[in-house]
Every structure is written in structure tokens, then in C-alpha cells.
């Protein structure tokens, strides 16, 4: 299992460097997040800085670690200009981007205070469907137009490929044992991995434990078959500060079929950029 550290709080110089210490310290990424004027959630603590000018920055100066964000609130982005800013990172980092994807949330003033934005549920899917398939047609290199309910254009074409000759994509998919929502989880499976969600209102409260995430990888393990390629499953939370404690709950996730843990601080009072350095300089667990 690799680990993963979300730069939550500070300024963008702040998680810059951050991200250096990331890669100094063993961990295997480092995940912004995107959010826009998020009313009174997290207070003036949570300035939202534009997470692909924090990956350009974090790219720079490291050269190993995976970058991303947790997560791409993608029906807020045009699909043409999100695919330019994926395609740009991707190369400045040689290829170590990632694109975990959710519908976003309505706390974020980019979806309900902008006419014509979409808001509702179905028309977010629809559109993070649709938005991420025009980023795989956009990889070809093949001149393309869309029209679908969400997303419309005209011709476009990016010359030049991701440098892996696509960038791997990570939907949110929430596990609810009871009353799995389907069309969610079958979204992660025509793509390359899941970060795992259970249904709460706040960061914290939607953080999958290990028995969803079990009960999740079965699910997932019988629909793609014995011959599927590859599957990331993302898990987060926040890890113990005790190392004892943070391995044992690493080796519960790993041993539940997690592919990736990413250590997630989301409490203002909690995670100043002082003590997610510190944080960051332990260095994730040892299995």
C-alpha cells in the first residue's frame, strides 16, 4: 500500500513545500484539493488556491511522488480548459499526475453562485461523465467534437499526449452495503480506481473504514473479473499520531484491499500548516 499526505491548509508557497517534504520523507504523494469559496466551511483558514498551480509548483521541485488533488470537483471546470491544466501538470511532472473525480459540493460558491452552473445531482454526474470522457477522447491526439447533455463543442485537438499517453483517473464511488448506488460504482469501473466514500455530510463523516472498504473490494473483485488490469482503491482518514497505532490501522486498510491510504486533515484548529509539516516529516507507517 502506498500513503499519500493532502496539503490541506497554508499558503500556496506552504504546500510547495510541503510537497518537497513529502518526497523527502518517504511518502509516495501529494494531493492538493479543489475547492472555490467554500462559504463558512473551515472559516479563513481554508483559503482555496487554484490546485493545479499548487501541483505545478509541487512538481517542480519533487520527482518522484504522485500528485493530485482529493478531489477534482470536475463539473465545475469546462472540460477543455481542465483538460489543458491536467495535460500541463502531467508533463512538468513527467507523467505523476493523477485525477481523483467527484461531482463536487454544494458548500463551494463556484456551483450555486454562478448562473447557469449546474447544481443538481444528476446534472453533476452528467456532467463529470461526460467531462471525462472528452479528457480521454482529448489524449488521442485526434481532432474530436462532443455533444452530449452537459458537455457540447466544436473541434478541438491536443497535439501533444500525456506522457504515459493517459492520465490515471480515480472517481469517487460511495459504498453503501445496504443500498449500493449503482451508477456511482460503475463509474470507477471504466476507469482506473475508486476513492472510497460512504455517505456523511463532512470530509470526515464520508471516510470509508476498513470493513466498508472490504466489503467494497469484493464488489469490485467480482464485477471486474480475474483477468482486469490494475485498480487503484483509495482510502483516507487521519492517522494516529502514535506510530504503533498509524501502522495497525494502515495494515487493516492494506490487509482490507486499499491500494493507497492518503493521511487527511480537514479540522482548521487541528491541521495548521506548522503541525502538517511536522506531520509530514514523521513520515507515513511501515509495514
Do not use: Y
Not at 34 to 41: H, I, L
Amino acid at each position: 500500500m502506498r500513503f499519500g499526505f493532502v496539503g490541506s491548509f497554508g499558503t500556496p508557497q506552504q504546500n510547495v513545500a510541503l510537497a518537497r517534504e513529502c518526497e523527502a520523507h518517504g511518502w509516495d504523494g501529494f494531493f492538493s484539493w479543489d475547492g472555490m469559496s467554500m462559504g463558512d466551511w473551515g472559516g479563513d483558514a481554508l483559503t482555496a488556491w487554484d490546485p493545479f498551480s499548487v501541483l505545478a509548483g509541487a512538481a517542480a521541485v519533487t520527482e518522484r511522488i504522485t500528485l493530485g488533488a482529493m478531489v477534482f470537483a470536475v463539473p465545475r471546470h469546462r472540460a477543455w480548459e481542465l483538460a489543458q491544466r491536467a495535460l500541463t501538470v502531467d508533463h512538468l511532472s513527467g507523467g505523476r499526475l493523477v485525477l481523483p473525480a467527484g461531482v463536487g459540493v454544494l458548500d463551494d460558491r463556484g456551483f450555486t453562485s454562478v448562473p447557469g452552473q449546474v447544481t443538481a445531482l444528476k446534472e453533476r454526474a452528467q456532467a463529470l461523465d461526460e467531462t471525462l470522457e472528452w479528457l480521454r477522447t482529448s489524449w488521442s491526439g485526434e481532432e474530436f467534437e462532443a455533444d452530449g447533455a452537459q458537455v457540447r463543442t466544436g473541434p478541438f485537438r491536443f497535439a501533444a499526449p500525456p506522457v504515459h499517453g493517459g492520465i490515471p483517473v480515480w472517481p469517487v464511488g460511495v459504498w453503501d452495503a445496504a443500498n449500493p448506488p449503482l451508477k456511482n460504482l460503475e463509474r470507477t469501473l471504466r476507469w482506473d480506481g475508486i476513492v472510497v466514500q460512504v455517505r456523511g455530510a463532512t470530509p470526515e463523516e464520508a471516510e470509508a473504514g476498513p470493513e466498508a472498504v472490504r466489503e467494497l473490494t469484493g464488489w469490485i473483485a467480482e464485477r471486474r473479473g480475474p483477468d482486469a488490469g490494475p485498480f487503484d482503491v483509495v482510502a483516507s482518514g487521519l492517522l494516529s499520531p502514535d506510530r504503533g497505532e498509524a501502522r495497525e490501522q494502515a495494515r487493516a486498510f492494506a490487509d482490507a484491499g486499499a491500494t493507497w491510504f492518503i493521511d487527511s486533515w480537514w479540522d482548521p484548529e487541528a491541521a495548521t500548516p506548522e503541525r502538517l509539516l511536522e506531520r509530514v516529516r514523521q513520515g507515513p507507517p511501515r509495514l
